[in-house]
Structure formats: structure tokens, C-alpha cells
């Protein structure tokens, strides 16, 4: 019979892998392995445990999701009641809804796991770019390295960045400093020639609010590390021009068709049209204004929503929108401590809400990034019963 942290390090590596099998360049196509295997996870942490405490602002959320679905005839190819299903499962495992000894164990050392791998990941994808490597190319949209989409790897890269960068601030050595501060400009180059515009703006934004707050009681030496930064960057450009290629790419394109933001513009008027048309309960969780498959913008039932913010706001409405954010600030509330752990978690909070406002797979349980936000915030929801006395769990 295994020891309880035995078992739940199991899981927590069991879960990780999951996630990170399901977006790689090279799928493995679970399918509704994905699910049963949060499913069986949730069910064991749950009845090895003692009486749940519920956060009952995510149940409100959830109930609201839920009226969206009731009020609305949605199509049937959009399976509303699956999809809200497969959310509620994954928020009950991950997410701020459920909390117990053991699942705040369990998250800490997932959220671990995940980050590591998320590092590693990057680092392979970034060495596979210097060697040329076609292997690099195997997904879909340029330069995705390990996982399946371009627009998976730049927020993964942003995300590996920004955690390297806490490394190098947790450790005393300065050697492992200098190794994660390399590790970090890796990622760095690696989420530059993915191309993602609003991952580079996120992530670089939550790496400047990470070290503003390491520094906000010493000012001149945080000034200090970004003019030194910034005059790094410049004078190594010359070095790595070549791998804003897709980028600047993106920018002509938007340009050309009338603005640098047009093609999500026309997305975000689209959600705010829907919000017009159902203002209280909007149009249904997991619902889209297209009247059959063949409207979709990706088909099979998905949509490209555009901003997840305008999602909430355009399918689960006013209802949704209050509920989400009464939920949301509460988490983020309870995030008091002053450590370095907790600067950590709101500097990728702050990436997630700069990269939501034009990516929106905040509602969309299958997604990996949908896991990584619910499961930052689950982190964050539990951070009042974390000791940091002691060496944190995070590493």
C-alpha cells in the first residue's frame, strides 16, 4: 500500500504528463482518456481525505455557466452539457473549487511538476531551432518545437521565462543564477520566433512586474537590472534577428489588412454582438452565433472565440461575468504573503489576463492553457495554507 505522499506524487506526475501528451507536436490523441484520467485522479484525492471545505463563489460561477445552458437552445454539435461537465471536472481537480489537505498537496506538486516540464520542454524546442532541426516544425503554424501549435509554444514559452526568472531569484548560488537567467533568455527567443504577439507582450510585462515587486523597496537597484536588461537585448539583437521573422511577418499582414489588431477586432465585435443579443444569460456556455458546422471558424463544434474576457461576457452574460470575477478577486485576495512564490503566481496571473484578452481558451477544458490558468488559480486559492517557513514545494 503506498505512503500518502508516494501516491499523490504519483498522480501529480500521472496528471502533468497528461497535459503535456495531449499538446505535443506529435498528439497522442487520448481523447476521452484525457477526461477519465482527471476523473479517476479527483475520485481517489477526494475519498482519501477529510470533508472538502467548497469555495462557493466558483460554485455560483458554475451555476451561472450552468442557467446559460438551460435558457438557450444551443446546437447540438456544441455539447454544452459535455463540455460544462468536463469543466466542472477539471475545476473540481485543478481549479479554486474543492479544497483538502490532500488536494492542496496534490496542486503544489503538479504545479511543480508542470513548470519543470514546461522548462524543459521549452529548452529542447529552443535547441532544436539552433540546430535546425525540421523535427521543430512538426506542428501546426511555423516554429511549435515539442507541442502541437505555434500559439501553444509562445505562451508555454513566456510561461518557462517567467519561472526561470524565479529560479534565479529563489536560489542564493550564483552560478544556478546565471544558469537560470540563461535559461530564461532561451525562452525568451524561443516565444519571440513563435511569433505570438500577445504572448511576447504578456509575458515580458509579468517579467517586469515579477522583478518590480522582488525590488519595490529598493528602487534604484530595480532600474538598475531593467537598463542593464535592456541594453543586453539591443546589443545581442544582432544575434537573434533573424528569429523575429514571424513576427514581423504578422505585423506586415495586419497592416496590409487595415490595422494592427484587425482580425481579432472582428472577433471581439462578433462576442459583443452575442452579449447585445442576451445581455443577462448570454447565449450559452460553449455557444456560438454560427447557425451550422460549416459557419465555424474551425469546425467540428469549435469556435475561435478571440478574448476570453469577451466569452464569458458574450455566452454565460452579465450573470457570468459578475459571478466570475466575485470568484476571481477572492482568489486573488487571499494571495497576501510576501514572498517570492507569491510574486510568482501574480506575475502569471498577469500574464494570463494581458493573453486572454485575444486568446480564448479560458472556457475550453480541453485546452492545456485552460488547465495552466484554472490550476494558477487553484495555486493561488490555497496559498493561505501554505507555510513559507520552510522550503516551498515549488521546488
Not at 476523473?39 to 481517489?44: E, K, N, S
Request: hydrophobic share 50%; charged share 15%.
Amino acid at each position: 500500500m503506498f505512503k500518502t505522499k508516494t501516491y499523490i506524487n504519483l498522480i501529480a506526475v500521472l496528471v502533468s504528463l497528461t497535459v503535456l501528451a495531449n499538446n505535443t507536436a506529435i498528439s497522442l490523441g487520448l481523447g476521452n482518456a484525457y477526461y477519465a484520467v482527471f476523473i479517476l485522479a479527483l475520485v481517489v484525492l477526494l475519498i482519501s481525505t477529510i470533508r472538502p471545505q467548497i469555495n462557493w463563489s466558483m460554485v455560483f460561477f458554475i451555476l451561472a455557466c450552468y442557467c446559460s445552458v438551460l435558457v438557450n437552445n444551443i446546437p447540438y454539435f456544441y455539447k454544452p452539457f459535455e463540455r460544462l461537465a468536463a469543466f466542472v471536472i477539471i475545476i473540481g481537480l485543478i481549479g479554486p473549487l474543492i479544497k483538502t489537505p490532500t488536494l492542496v498537496t496534490f496542486r503544489q506538486l503538479l504545479f511543480k511538476y508542470l513548470n519543470n516540464l514546461i522548462v524543459v520542454m521549452v529548452l529542447i524546442s529552443f535547441l532544436g531551432l539552433l540546430a535546425n532541426s525540421s523535427l521543430v516544425y512538426l506542428g501546426r503554424g511555423g516554429f511549435t518545437g515539442l507541442f502541437k501549435h505555434t500559439m501553444i509554444l509562445s505562451p508555454m514559452a513566456a510561461i518557462s521565462m517567467i519561472t526561470c526568472f524565479y529560479y534565479a531569484a529563489f536560489y542564493k548560488d550564483k552560478y544556478k543564477k546565471i544558469v537560470f537567467y540563461f535559461l530564461a533568455f532561451f525562452s525568451f527567443i524561443a516565444c519571440v520566433t513563435a511569433g505570438s504577439r500577445a504572448a511576447l507582450i504578456a509575458g515580458m510585462l509579468s517579467a517586469l512586474y515579477f522583478f518590480y515587486k522582488l525590488n519595490h523597496k529598493n528602487l534604484i537597484k530595480y532600474f538598475k537590472v531593467l537598463i542593464l536588461s535592456i541594453a543586453l537585448i539591443g546589443v545581442s539583437f544582432p544575434l537573434w534577428e533573424s528569429y523575429t521573422e514571424k513576427l514581423i511577418e504578422k505585423m506586415e499582414y495586419s497592416q496590409t489588412q487595415g490595422g494592427l489588431l484587425i482580425t481579432r477586432e472582428r472577433l471581439w465585435e462578433r462576442r459583443l454582438e452575442e452579449f447585445k443579443s442576451s445581455p443577462i444569460f448570454g447565449i450559452g456556455f460553449s455557444n456560438d452565433t454560427s447557425k451550422t458546422e460549416n459557419d465555424l471558424f474551425i469546425g467540428d463544434g469549435q469556435i475561435e472565440p478571440g478574448s476570453t474576457w469577451l466569452v464569458i461576457l458574450s455566452m454565460i452574460g452579465v450573470l457570468g461575468v459578475v459571478t466570475f470575477f466575485n470568484m476571481f478577486f477572492r482568489t486573488i485576495i487571499k494571495a497576501k504573503s510576501k514572498h517570492s512564490f507569491v510574486y510568482y503566481n501574480k506575475a502569471l496571473l498577469l500574464f494570463f489576463v494581458v493573453h486572454l484578452m485575444a486568446e480564448g481558451y479560458g472556457l475550453s477544458a480541453g485546452s492545456g492553457l485552460f488547465f495552466y490558468f484554472w490550476l494558477l488559480l487553484g495555486v493561488m486559492h490555497q496559498i493561505p495554507n501554505l507555510s513559507f517557513k520552510k522550503k516551498h514545494p515549488i521546488l
